[in-house]
């Protein structure tokens, strides 16, 4: 009875982590709710990735305790062939454990020294071409001095004002934008911030790394950039307006040729709600960046 026990706790939970790597791709890549709903759309993504891993574990750890029962019975009754059955299962498992665990961490550890890689430009450029810098709701917000059209979340404390996060804009998308579309545009960022985005992006790109051959988690990295993006844009439009966030993404999208920026203008457009003020603004404080 253990053992089928054990079977049962190995071969269930490994199902279930198949299935949402077959299923969840087909399913949560079809219809236009995910536009209408892509914070809904992540969170059942989300859901998939850790359930199906937690799935995966369950089937090692069952898979560990069933070698474990074996090995006591075959100590109990002298069983050899049960003793033999035992140390390859465990043997098995232990050798699956250790090539995900080093795959695992060989990709972990080249994401995150791409990632400060680029944190280190960008702050680099931030010390060097910032011209003007605003504190706002706990953010710094420098604008550093560029002809292009671009705004990026940077995560991590910006120590010159002791803010948790950072956004940078592009003197040029400055000069582009209104007031109201360039607050849009901040608010964007900071809703980037605000939810984690950039942990959940680098959760689907490792994700993808570590398992290249698979659908599910090829997907999960492709829909995650665009659904990050949406869920943001809605974030900005609660307190702008759609047209103002529309406005601002067709004049970023038409100067830096950007098509997809293009298409989420006019879904915006497409639903035209009205602006809904939540909380009170803080003041900003604008004062100069640093080498400014």
Do not use: K
Not at 42 to 69: D, I, K, P, Y
Not at 127 to 147: C, K, L, N, W
Not at 154 to 161: E, H, I, K, S, T
């Amino acid at each position: 009875m253990d053992v089928l026990a054990g079977l049962l706790l190995i071969g269930l939970p490994l199902t279930y982590a198949a299935a949402m790597a077959v299923l969840a791709p087909r399913l949560l890549t079809r219809g236009s709710w995910r536009f209408d709903r892509p914070g809904l759309c992540l969170g059942l993504w989300q859901l998939a990735l850790h359930t199906g891993l937690a799935g995966a574990a369950t089937s090692f750890v069952a898979a560990m305790w069933l070698a474990a029962v074996l090995v006591g019975r075959s100590t109990a009754d002298g069983a050899g062939w049960v003793s033999v059955q035992a140390v390859v299962l465990l043997w098995g498992v232990l050798a699956v454990a250790g090539v995900v665990g080093v795959v695992v961490t060989t990709q972990y550890r080249r994401l995150a020294r791409d990632e400060r890689r680029a944190r280190r430009g960008l702050s680099a450029l931030e010390a060097e071409r910032g011209i003007h810098r605003a504190v706002a709701d706990g953010t710094s917000i420098t604008v550093v001095e560029s002809p292009r059209a671009v705004a990026c979340a940077l995560p991590g404390r910006a120590p010159a004002v002791g803010c948790r996060h950072r956004v940078l804009v592009s003197s040029g998308l400055a000069r582009s934008l209104d007031a109201g579309e360039l607050r849009a545009v901040v608010l964007h960022e900071q809703a980037h911030l605000r939810l984690h985005h950039p942990l959940l992006l680098r959760l689907a790109r490792l994700n993808a790394a570590c398992v290249p051959l698979l659908p599910g988690p090829r997907e999960l990295e492709r829909v995650s950039g665009l659904l990050v993006e949406l869920i943001a844009d809605d974030a900005a439009a609660r307190h702008c307006g759609d047209l103002t966030v529309a406005g601002a993404l067709t004049t970023i999208g038409s100067l830096e040729g950007d098509a997809a920026m293009l298409l989420r203008a006019e879904r915006l457009r497409a639903r035209r709600r009205p602006r809904i003020r939540r909380g009170t603004a803080r003041p900003v404080v604008v004062a100069p960046a640093p080498g400014a």
